[in-house]
């Protein structure tokens, strides 16, 4: 049995890698920063991101989630064969995930397997030798699924969990 970092979250670890992907869930987190980091090897897709670590269903009088959340970088590592774009059709620039999708390698290359972010304004496809996601601060209670600037110490690509 795996001892939670986090008991009051249930988070059980601060560090995880696409070893634990079918264990782990991305549906609502907002992501507030991407960035493409130049790396000896390839590229490297980095993704700064309130990462829902629990759902919790509203006690009545409450009729509302409320949500344990926390700070995330989300880090692609070899990545290449990057496709897809942005779709903002109103003024609020939100990027927002529904899900993460690993697909069959289309040419018969497991070591790089396709990736798919499916978010509800951007969709974005590429192949990369798996990832790492940080989890950076310990999860907080928090009413909605995102934290403030202020809450989550602005945006940041730091690839460190927290102890």
Known sequence: MTTAVHPESGLEKSVWSDA?????GWHNATVHGLTVQ???????????????????????????????VA??????????????????????????????????APDGRAQWPQW????????????AAGFRQYV????????GPALTAAE????AFTELGFA
């Open 20 to 24: 634990d992907f079918e264990s782990m």
């Open 38 to 68: 130049q790396a000896e090897v390839s590229p490297r897709l980095l993704l700064d991101l309130d990462h829902i670590v629990r759902w919790v269903h509203p006690v009545r009088p409450a009729k509302t989630f409320s949500f344990w």
């Open 71 to 104: 700070p995330a970088t989300l880090v692609f590592e070899e990545v290449w064969d990057v496709q897809g774009g942005l779709d903002f059709k109103d003024l609020w620039l939100e990027l927002e995930l529904d899900e993460v999708h690993r697909l069959p």
């Open 116 to 127: 798919h972010l499916q978010g509800h304004s951007f969709d974005l496809r590429f192949r």
């Open 136 to 143: 950076r601060q310990a999860p907080r209670l928090s009413p």
């Open 152 to 155: 989550r110490g602005g945006c």
